[in-house]
Every structure is written in C-alpha cells, then in structure tokens.
C-alpha cells in the first residue's frame, strides 16, 4: 500500500485550487464589439466600439493583474497568449487604454480581431479575443 504524506496531498490540493482558479478567471472574461456587429455592411469609415468584462482597461506600460488593453486586429486573427502583439498595419495598439476608434477600410469582406493584452502588449491568447466579419461597401 502506498503512502502519501500530507504535505504532499495538501500541494496536489492547492495545485489543483490554483489552476481551477485561473480556469473560472479566464471563463468569466468577455472580449467583445459593442460596434459592428458581426456580420454588419458598414462604410468604408468604421467606427469600432470595443469592451471586454472581467478585466479593467488599462494604459500601457506595466503589466497589472486583470488589467489590459485593446488591440485591434483587421484581416488577421487572434495573438497566441503570452506573444507581444506586432507593430504594423494590421495590428492597431490601444496603448492609452481608448475603448473606440474609426478604421478606413477597402470595399469587400473583411475580419476584424479584438485582442486584449497586458501592459506590456502581451496577448492574453485566443480566450481572450473575439472575431467578426463586416462588409465594406
């Protein structure tokens, strides 16, 4: 018969806890587009409304525990979690912690990402992000 010591079977616990924990965090956080909707004809000027619940918008800078910021992906998809989010055309930062932006875009069907990320522009993965699809006309 194996035995187990109790400081043993009380870390097993406390790891379990703790991922269990980090589990029911991530689930209770909603990154969303309160404007477009998925699936909107929309002008070739986009006025994007983000929000995201369980986390508070942050400006950049320091890395704060369930805090973040907006960044906005055109035609591309989510940032894998712990990656920083790229610095180009595609990926718009929200650094100051701006909830609203307006986008020119070309005529036909694009994607937009929503990525929330930390301070340090470090994605909180794809849980963290949603996508939708507008048309341009």
Do not use: C, W
């Not at 269990?20 to 909107?40: I, L």
């Not at 990525?115 to 699809?133: D, E, K, V």
Request: aromatic share 6%.
């Amino acid at each position: 018969m194996k035995r187990f010591s109790v400081s043993a079977v009380f870390l097993g616990i406390v790891m379990f806890l703790a991922a269990a924990g980090a589990a029911a965090h991530e689930a209770s956080v909603d990154v969303y587009f309160v404007a477009p909707k998925d699936g909107a004809t929309v002008g070739q000027d986009v006025h994007v409304v983000m929000g995201v619940d369980g986390m508070q918008v942050q400006p950049a800078g320091k890395a704060v525990e369930g805090a973040g910021h907006h960044h906005l992906i055109v035609d591309g998809g989510p940032v894998p979690a712990g990656q920083v989010v790229p610095k180009d055309a595609t990926h718009h930062h929200f650094g100051k912690g701006q909830t609203e932006t307006t986008l020119h875009l070309a005529p036909g069907d694009h994607t937009l990402t929503l990525q929330f990320a930390n301070g340090l522009h470090q994605s909180y993965g794809p849980a963290m992000s949603r996508t939708i699809t507008v048309h341009v006309k």
